[in-house]
């Protein structure tokens, strides 16, 4: 059952909507002329977001679908995997024109919706390099959620339930809409974030992972916890599960000037500024040249005072490790690494060293920079 | 009686929700900004939030963990409703100590029936 779109709020969200695609259109533009004024384009993908979301709230999935290709554009170029050369500067503002079209027709009540999500499935697919073999399979699931669309349109005024959005589906297309409503099950929980990380590096290393550990509870004696393991110039280093938030790939950062060279810059993430630092560099170690495997954690103090991420050689998996089997760490004086230890384990037959996050991230040093 | 606030930077996004939370007799007020949020949180003293996540000035994220660890606003319950709906997304939402996480297009049953268990 198409959900019914109430007037009034249509009528308010299509002039929302109108009054936000000026101010993308100039953002793009600007940043086009001037790229260091990253501001303007993260402007641009707040108000393509308002328009995705707000137009599925009143019932408008097509034209979510449509804002949806383009946010995710703009988190490419926000994050730095994308650029803003000239193809992707006609294809967004060719976007916009049809957003623009699409609330056109819809006061009009001359709804050429069928056109339009064409012309942005298939402009999308070229500007992305995808295949034009899949852009049957493609059209197919936008019109899908556009038939439904189209059902609520001339659904007659009464009170109705609302219904479910169908989510697109896809070869290699853009992000579908948004799936329907849902309160969270358990996340927060650490298990949830075992079970995360676990994905995380059960994807990037199949089966040769050591991430062995159950998701179930721990023993109850609160004696045994739950570590990540990682490496760093060939040695193991170990943060406890509730200190990170992410592991994730290297992104694109932007560069700070006058900061020492293991800051290497900051990043976006989700609205968060953060520093991103080359652990290696930090703590005195030889310098790499960051692989396929590096990865970034992002990494936090207990009462969240402090959040940032380190990069690091390669994320092993999880282990258990128990804290009456901890050993003070052995090294010569002057190492860097040191004062940032909490402890060692002996684990696999190597030498794990655990750090402590609250004094590493609470140094001087690294609060400077947050 | 319990005191609401929605927070979202789209006009009618915060209409619909509203429409929707007046249904329950509560007394509503609304914000369309994180820095808004934030004050009328510290001066309105809402007992629950409805909290977008993106926004202009401060964005729900962060809105949420500033309440959450300040001690006179840590017991406002928050739900956070946004697009953004991938699984990171939700944990990361939850992470800031949210109470619950709804992705929009909300059903209105489930909105309300998390409002009526977190009061």
């Given at each position: 059952?198409?959900?019914?779109?109430?007037?009034?709020?249509?009528?308010?969200?299509?002039?929302?909507?109108?009054?936000?695609?000026?101010?993308?259109?100039?953002?793009?533009?600007?940043?086009?002329?001037?790229?260091?004024?990253?501001?303007?384009?993260?402007?641009?993908?707040?108000?393509?977001?308002?328009?995705?979301?707000a137009?599925?709230?009143?019932?408008?999935?097509?034209?979510?679908?449509?804002?949806?290709?383009?946010?995710?554009?703009?988190?490419?170029?926000?994050?730095?995997?994308?650029?803003?050369?000239?193809?992707?500067?006609?294809?967004?503002?060719?976007?916009?024109?049809?957003?623009?079209?699409?609330?056109?027709?819809?006061?009009?009540?001359?709804?050429?919706?069928?056109?339009?999500?064409?012309?942005?499935?298939?402009?999308?697919?070229?500007?992305?390099?995808?295949?034009?073999?899949?852009?049957?399979?493609?059209?197919?699931?936008?019109?899908?959620?556009?038939?439904?669309?189209?059902?609520?349109?001339?659904?007659?005024?009464?009170?109705?339930?609302?219904?479910?959005?169908?989510?697109?589906?896809?070869?290699?297309?853009?992000?579908?809409?948004?799936?329907?409503?849902?309160?969270?099950?358990?996340?927060?929980?650490?298990?949830?974030?075992?079970?995360?990380?676990?994905?995380?590096?059960?994807?990037?290393?199949?089966?040769?992972?050591?991430?062995?550990?159950?998701?179930?509870?721990?023993?109850?004696?609160?004696?045994?916890?739950?570590?990540?393991?990682?490496?760093?110039?060939?040695?193991?280093?170990?943060?406890?599960?509730?200190?990170?938030?992410?592991?994730?790939?290297?992104?694109?950062?932007?560069?700070?000037?006058?900061?020492?060279?293991?800051?290497?810059?900051?990043?976006?993430?989700?609205?968060?500024?953060?520093?991103?630092?080359?652990?290696?560099?930090?703590?005195?170690?030889?310098?790499?040249?960051?692989?396929?495997?590096?990865?970034?954690?992002?990494?936090?103090?207990?009462?969240?005072?402090?959040?940032?991420?380190?990069?690091?050689?390669?994320?092993?998996?999880?282990?258990?490790?128990?804290?009456?089997?901890?050993?003070?760490?052995?090294?010569?004086?002057?190492?860097?690494?040191?004062?940032?230890?909490?402890?060692?384990?002996?684990?696999?037959?190597?030498?794990?060293?655990?750090?402590?996050?609250?004094?590493?991230?609470?140094?001087?040093?690294?609060?400077?920079?947050? | 009686?319990?005191?609401?606030?929605v927070v979202d930077d789209s006009p009618t996004t915060l209409k619909m929700v509203t429409k929707?939370?007046?249904?329950?007799?509560?007394?509503?007020?609304t914000a369309g900004?994180?820095?808004?949020?934030?004050?009328?949180?510290?001066?309105?003293?809402?007992?629950?939030?409805v909290?977008d996540?993106?926004?202009?000035?401060?964005?729900?994220?962060?809105?949420?963990?500033?309440?959450?660890?300040?001690?006179?606003?840590?017991?406002?319950?928050?739900?956070?409703?946004?697009?953004?709906?991938?699984?990171?997304?939700?944990?990361?939402?939850?992470?800031?100590?949210?109470?619950?996480?709804?992705?929009?297009?909300?059903?209105?049953?489930?909105?309300?029936?998390?409002?009526?268990?977190?009061?």
């Amino acid at each position: 059952m198409p959900k019914k779109l109430d007037p009034k709020m249509l009528a308010s969200f299509v002039q929302e909507a109108h009054s936000y695609l000026p101010q993308i259109r100039e953002s793009l533009e600007t940043f086009q002329r001037d790229a260091t004024q990253r501001e303007v384009l993260e402007e641009a993908l707040r108000y393509t977001h308002t328009i995705k979301g707000a137009s599925v709230m009143v019932g408008l999935p097509v034209l979510s679908h449509m804002a949806n290709y383009a946010e995710g554009t703009l988190e490419e170029m926000v994050t730095g995997q994308r650029a803003m050369d000239t193809a992707c500067s006609t294809w967004l503002q060719q976007t916009m024109d049809q957003l623009e079209h699409y609330l056109d027709d819809l006061l009009s009540g001359d709804m050429q919706q069928q056109a339009l999500v064409a012309a942005v499935v298939q402009s999308l697919r070229r500007f992305k390099n995808l295949p034009e073999a899949g852009d049957m399979a493609a059209l197919k699931a936008a019109m899908g959620v556009q038939q439904e669309e189209a059902a609520a349109l001339e659904a007659p005024s009464q009170d109705q339930p609302n219904s479910p959005t169908t989510a697109v589906a896809s070869d290699d297309q853009a992000a579908p809409v948004p799936e329907p409503a849902s309160v969270a099950e358990t996340p927060g929980t650490l298990d949830a974030l075992v079970a995360a990380i676990d994905h995380d590096v059960h994807q990037v290393y199949g089966q040769n992972t050591k991430s062995t550990v159950p998701l179930g509870p721990l023993d109850g004696q609160s004696q045994t916890e739950r570590y990540v393991l990682f490496t760093l110039a060939g040695s193991c280093y170990a943060v406890p599960v509730p200190s990170i938030l992410e592991i994730g790939r290297i992104p694109h950062s932007t560069p700070v000037p006058n900061v020492p060279a293991w800051v290497r810059g900051v990043i976006n993430l989700r609205g968060e500024i953060l520093s991103v630092i080359d652990f290696r560099t930090f703590l005195g170690l030889e310098e790499a040249h960051h692989g396929e495997r590096s990865r970034m954690l992002v990494v936090k103090t207990a009462r969240d005072e402090i959040m940032t991420s380190l990069i690091v050689d390669q994320v092993m998996g999880i282990a258990p490790l128990s804290k009456t089997r901890m050993e003070t760490p052995a090294a010569p004086p002057g190492n860097k690494v040191v004062p940032y230890l909490h402890g060692a384990y002996e684990y696999e037959d190597q030498v794990c060293a655990v750090f402590d996050l609250e004094r590493l991230l609470l140094s001087p040093e690294v609060r400077q920079f947050e | 009686m319990s005191k609401i606030l929605v927070v979202d930077d789209s006009p009618t996004t915060l209409k619909m929700v509203t429409k929707t939370l007046a249904t329950t007799g509560h007394h509503i007020i609304t914000a369309g900004d994180g820095d808004e949020a934030v004050q009328k949180a510290e001066t309105e003293h809402p007992d629950l939030m409805v909290l977008d996540v993106v926004m202009p000035h401060k964005n729900g994220y962060q809105v949420c963990r500033q309440l959450k660890t300040n001690a006179t606003t840590k017991n406002i319950k928050i739900i956070l409703l946004t697009s953004k709906d991938q699984q990171v997304d939700r944990f990361w939402g939850m992470k800031q100590g949210a109470d619950a996480y709804i992705t929009k297009p909300f059903e209105e049953a489930e909105l309300l029936a998390t409002v009526t268990k977190l009061l």
